[in-house]
């Protein structure tokens, strides 16, 4: 997981010139898998596939909430998401599925009392998924000042070292099965490598970032090994599909509006040397 800082220029226009750069989109031979109600009040919480086995070991997960009775919670609609949604006209389909993003992060307007001023606008909040290449580029925008949702993107990527055969096995995997959780990986490791692999120069908005974890260790004193570990410490309910980016980012993007109400101060992290690429850390106190 991890958050970049942006100036006041919209999410549009910062993230497709880096995703045309090297990015090809998921063709009509990718089907995207429509999600499945299960019985259980606890899988119910889930939009495609069951609990991965990473899930469990970092705890319980909790059915999504539901912020009224008249706008019960729904998975969210990928290909609304992708700017391909084709049945906005579909009665069945929008019952079905959830087509505004903003429906997960209310802001708790009562939760303001410990909030502190915030040097940065705006916050990115991505994760991405895909070991070898990344098959998936999830973002959240957030208003850090008043934490409200304000854009999103997301896209699902046809990678090009990946083997067909090696793609759908990952894909059938449910992205748990090959993907990590490391923080600092995202912008630190993945983004520089699928650069090089699509043969273009790494972007200067990528020179800095902000790892979650770290910010959480400093403010509330505690280590999270993950997600997970800060939902289930701050008795947030899980919304979505575990490991499905999408919904990762907006489960991040809820601890991230937690934590401001809370009165942390989101700053950055990390910097790479545009000269070296090396890393410079700048939390003494910081997950390795």
Not at 76 to 93: E, I, P, R, S, V
């Amino acid at each position: 997981m991890a958050l970049a800082r942006v100036s006041p220029s919209s999410l549009a226009n910062l993230i497709p010139p880096l995703l045309q750069s090297f990015f090809r989109p998921f063709s009509s031979d990718f089907p995207i898998r429509n999600s499945r109600r299960r019985s259980s009040p606890v899988a119910a919480a889930f939009s495609l596939t069951s609990q991965s086995a990473h899930a469990a070991r970092e705890g319980l997960v909790m059915e999504a909430p539901r912020p009224s009775s008249r706008y019960p919670w729904k998975p969210t609609c990928l290909y609304y998401t992708q700017g391909k949604c084709t049945m906005m006209n579909d009665a069945m389909h929008l019952e079905k599925f959830s087509h505004n993003l903003k429906m997960d992060l209310p802001v708790n307007a009562s939760a303001t009392d410990k909030s502190k001023p915030q040097k940065l606008e705006y916050l990115l909040i991505l994760d991405l998924e895909g070991r070898v290449e990344i098959l998936e580029f999830p973002v959240m925008m957030i208003d850090a000042q008043n934490r409200e949702f304000v854009d999103s993107f997301h896209r699902f990527v046809r990678p090009t070292a990946m083997s067909e055969q090696r793609t759908t096995e990952y894909i059938e995997g449910k992205y748990g099965k090959f993907g990590v959780d490391r923080g600092n990986w995202d912008l630190k490791t993945k983004v520089p490598e699928q650069c090089k692999v699509s043969k273009i120069n790494l972007p200067t908005y990528f020179m800095e970032w902000i790892n979650l974890k770290d910010i959480y260790l400093n403010f509330y004193n505690r280590r999270a090994t993950g997600m997970m570990t800060m939902m289930r410490e701050l008795q947030l309910p899980i919304v979505g599909n575990h490991h499905l980016g999408i919904d990762d980012s907006k489960n991040i993007a809820r601890v991230v509006q937690r934590m401001l109400a809370d009165g942390a101060v989101i700053q950055i992290t990390a910097k790479r040397q545009s000269a070296t690429g090396d890393v410079r850390f700048l939390f003494k106190d910081r997950i390795r």
